[in-house]
């Protein structure tokens, strides 16, 4: 008896000329190394990696963001679903996708009809512009909840900087304009403003690792 090998086919769409790009994964290439699915325009590409652990990560190039997406799934999830999708997690626009051809080509094409639709209104000609008007039509109730979130949480793992003595610890209080979000310190009087106008930018400052006020 042959043993038909597994796999599964994977797309994503390139955020620089639009095209769907797409190709078949097996078992055997996903164990034996790095796989990469690039677009034939040559600005944009997908990475795989099947892990000791079981695990297969992705690199995913992302049409609305300006750097990829990492994701990390099951072998079995990998190869044993008819359609799994990976959503921008800033968006929900779906980036990239896996499962059986068919249902592939079906979830590229709807995507395509969707960023399409968002470009016309938007007013943008191309998808390589369509990141940045994004970003900007991109607002949420929960922007200054995430960025006040972050600020309380570097405050309290001492990561807030100013201008007080080294050793002084500084007395910061938050006040919340329409351009964002500024922290001050009541004792050197330093500050600085946190931009509320984009939820991109802010789930990109939940990654901050400190608070410089100026």
């Not at 099947?50 to 990560?57: L, Q, T």
């Not at 994004?134 to 001492?158: A, F, H």
């Amino acid at each position: 008896m042959v043993l038909e090998p597994k796999q599964t086919t994977v797309a994503y769409r390139c955020p620089h000329c639009g095209a769907g790009v797409m190709s078949a994964v097996g078992l055997f290439s996903l164990s034996s190394h790095m796989v990469k699915l690039k677009c034939s325009c040559g600005e944009s590409e997908m990475t795989i990696i099947y892990g000791k652990d079981g695990k297969v990560r992705f690199t995913v190039p992302c049409i609305l963001c300006p750097n990829p997406h990492n994701f990390s799934i099951s072998s079995s999830l990998f190869f044993g679903k008819d359609l799994f999708v990976l959503p921008c997690p800033y968006s929900d626009i779906n980036i990239g996708m896996l499962g059986e051809t068919n249902h592939v080509k079906a979830e590229l094409s709807r995507t395509e009809l969707e960023l399409l639709d968002m470009l016309e209104k938007s007013g943008v000609e191309n998808f390589d512009l369509l990141r940045g008007e994004q970003e900007k039509m991109l607002t949420d109730p929960q922007v200054t909840e995430i960025i006040t979130y972050v600020i309380r949480e570097l405050d309290e793992e001492g990561k807030i900087f100013c201008h007080c003595p080294d050793g002084e610890e500084g007395d910061y209080e938050i006040e919340f304009l329409s351009e964002g979000v500024r922290v001050t310190c009541t004792k050197c009087h330093a500050s600085t403003t946190v931009a509320t106008d984009s939820l991109i930018g802010a789930h990109e400052f939940l990654n901050a690792d400190r608070l410089d006020l100026e």
